[in-house]
């Protein structure tokens, strides 16, 4: 009987921690914008840096995962390709996606005598052939915490994508 209910116990876990899984990977990287078939079908908003993002709220993907509601699942076309993935969670006094990413892409230390919803700042980490960065940081009225999930692949697509935007950037002073 004991073992019986040894299982059960098993069982109600590991089902309970698949349904507060969050699967917001909607394409492979690497696959083309054209691939991307939703319904409704969301915008695409090209930028004169040959990037084109696709913006989804989270309660559209994980709809079973209500504690992350208010979060931005931004898809990073480079060259038409999917690249990145970028997760955002603005202006929420909370640490969801840390305590998210952290459980998902593994743990890291945080600066001594700062608790987790003072902290600022970035740490980033390689798991499973993807670089992981995870940053919080102030804003206009608040803070917002953000996820960036880029596969090894595409690191230097990246890099050049966002030092095209650096330049602009730059210019603009």
Known sequence: MKKIFSYLIFFIFSFSSLAMACNFKIKNYGSRLEDLKLEPAPLPFPDPFGGTKILIPIEDLCKEREDLFGTLVIYLYVENQLSQVRIERPNMNDTKLLDYSMKTYGEFSLPA???KIQFRGEYQWEKNDQIITYIQTNIHQGKTEII???????KDRIIQYNEKIGEWLDSRK
């Open 148 to 154: 960036e999930i880029t596969p090894n692949q595409f």
């Open 113 to 115: 005598n700062v608790n």
